[in-house]
């Protein structure tokens, strides 16, 4: 999980570095073509059995909201200070369990509801509407983590029916189609060196999701989700040592204030979890 959060934060700051000479809709478009290489081998080692599907619309509604996600995410990175986005991301928790209810009928529970305000609250710690002018950066983080976690309630559905390769596989091949047309409309021309760049990006995404997948085999994911807070610590470290941006106070406060509402949501999650199987049992 740890690695998982450098190779996160070491993209993000490619991909900050990169837009400078590069558009984020063509940043995003590559970063899904090198995840998809990576991903190939497997498909060719399965047979391309592991495509094998009978909910394809959903998997494209995923691949889409996924891209539009990512380009936001990626525009946000190139306009906006990325200890602050990254702050702003850990609201797709709060987001999760807003759809969990409103989408896939789970049950009301005011604990939910209550770190969803307090997370609400952390929004505003970081943006505080009225005091400062709102970035269109930080707009645009927030909307991609609504929009994250609408594709993270389509995994959860999906997952009731579907092997986790299949989901995978569907989410590289429509991501990397998806994402074709808007870096067309801004293509620019580039230099070597940017390709290498941009293969790195590529690289440090895939190694991140590799080691984010592995960490959830390993253990559970409350367990793991205090570290993924380190990826505000990394991101913090790599744009004041990089991009001379030094993230204010109220960032690390709201950014605390939304990550922890998101940690209560899940250790709470978990203790319903096993006071239910305890009944069963």
């Known amino acids: 999980m740890c690695l998982s ?30 995840g998809l290489a990576f991903l190939f081998p497997l498909l060719i080692r399965s047979g391309f059995v ?37 702050a702003l991301s850990f609201t797709a928790p709060i987001f999760m369990a807003i759809f969990a209810v409103l989408i896939l009928g789970e049950r009301f529970q005011i604990h939910r509801w209550l770190a969803i305000f307090l997370g609400f609250i952390g929004t505003l ?10 970035d269109p950066g930080a707009l645009l983080v927030t909307v991609s983590a609504a929009l994250w976690a609408g594709s993270m309630t389509i995994i959860k559905f ?3 029916a579907e092997p986790s390769l299949t989901i995978v596989a569907y989410m590289g091949i429509f991501l990397g189609i998806f994402s074709i047309a808007p870096a067309l409309w801004v293509w620019q021309p580039f230099c070597l060196p940017t390709l290498g760049w941009l293969a790195l990006i590529g690289f440090f995404g895939s190694l991140a999701q590799l080691s984010l997948s592995e960490s959830f085999k390993a253990t559970d994911s409350t367990t793991l989700m205090p570290f993924d807070f380190l990826k505000l610590i990394w991101t913090a470290i790599i744009g004041a040592w990089f991009f001379a941006e030094i993230p204010d106070v109220f960032t690390w406060i709201g950014a605390a204030v939304i990550f922890f509402s998101g940690l209560f949501i899940a250790f709470r999650e978990r203790k319903g979890k096993i006071i239910e199987i305890s009944k069963d049992a």
Do not use: C, D, W, Y
Request: no cysteine; aromatic share 10%; charged share 15%.
């Open 125 to 134: 710690i970081v943006l505080r509407p009225g005091l400062v002018v709102i």
């Open 158 to 160: 999906l997952s009731r």
């Open 50 to 86: 592991i495509l094998r599907t009978e909910r394809i619309e959903l998997h494209a509604l995923r691949g889409l909201i996924n891209v539009v996600a990512m380009l936001m995410f990626f525009t946000a990175l190139s306009i906006s200070p990325i200890a602050k986005v990254t």
């Open 5 to 34: 959060t450098v190779s996160f934060s070491i993209m993000h700051g490619l991909v900050r570095f990169v837009a400078e000479v590069m558009p984020p809709f063509q940043i995003a478009f590559f970063r899904n073509i090198f």
